[in-house]
């Protein structure tokens, strides 16, 4: 398995409170993205980054702010959480230029109450 | 509507049945064209993956593309209960940057 970690696996969560998921990588890998999985919708890109301190917006990135300040580390926030944010957020690795495939983590289920 | 069309199902079959799971998608500059399969509570992973038009097979799983038609589609023969989980398509283009558009995802049920 790719070495992709992400804390925590789950959380519930108030209302109004900022929420920061953690994914850390041990593959050394360039490219790593954040996206929400909900019914209907599939996976959804929220953020990504293509470097240590290079991030850009997915097509859902509203209420989400993430940095990357080590290779190994893409951390994923929620300002003010709120309910529409309950999701399971899956963070990945690839795909860059060189390799098509993506490798995910396990997941964080986040229940926003 | 989506860029990627894909029936969420869910598709119950018999052990031993042969499983068809198709998507549609509407951007023609797609070039990467993926399957995905995800156990329950767990991370998606790569199954099969065609680069354009073409078939592809590895085992009891064949991913077919028809580029013409913008239809992609998976068959899984002679299905197993170990098969029952959630397929999902994706897709990217070739050049710029590497976002992967995925489907809604197929969950599909095998049954002794």
């Known amino acids: 398995d790719a070495g992709i970690t992400q804390s925590p696996r789950h959380k519930v969560t108030e209302t109004g409170t900022p929420v920061t998921l953690r994914c850390h990588q041990t593959?050394?890998?360039?490219?790593m993205y954040w996206y929400r999985q909900d019914p209907g919708h599939g996976l959804r890109l929220i953020h990504y980054?293509?470097?240590?301190?290079?991030?850009d917006k997915g097509e859902v990135s509203d209420g989400y702010s993430v940095s990357r300040s080590k290779t190994e580390d893409f951390l994923l926030t929620l300002e003010s959480a709120t309910s529409s944010q309950t999701s399971v957020y899956f963070c990945?690795?690839?795909?860059?230029?060189?390799?098509?495939?993506?490798?995910f983590g396990q997941g964080t289920r986040l229940t926003v109450v | 509507q989506k860029e990627v069309e894909q029936d969420p199902g869910p598709l119950s079959v018999p052990e031993g049945a042969i499983v068809s799971l198709n998507c549609t998608y509407s951007?023609?500059?797609?070039?990467?064209f993926m399957w995905y399969r995800q156990y329950s509570r767990k991370g998606p992973e790569l199954l099969m993956y065609?680069?354009?038009?073409g078939n592809k097979e590895d085992g009891r799983f064949t991913a077919q593309v028809d580029k013409s038609s913008k239809y992609i589609s998976l068959f899984i023969r002679d299905s197993q209960p170990s098969d029952s989980a959630t397929y999902l398509c994706?897709?990217?283009?070739?050049?710029?940057?590497?976002?992967?558009?995925f489907g809604a995802g197929t969950r599909l049920a095998v049954h002794p």
């Open positions: 065609t680069y354009s038009s």
């Open positions: 593959e050394n890998h360039r490219y």
């Open positions: 990945a690795i690839g795909p860059d230029r060189a390799n098509t495939e993506a490798f």
């Open positions: 980054s293509y470097g240590v301190k290079d991030t």
């Open positions: 994706a897709m990217r283009t070739s050049g710029g940057y590497n976002k992967l558009i």
């Open positions: 951007n023609s500059a797609f070039q990467y």
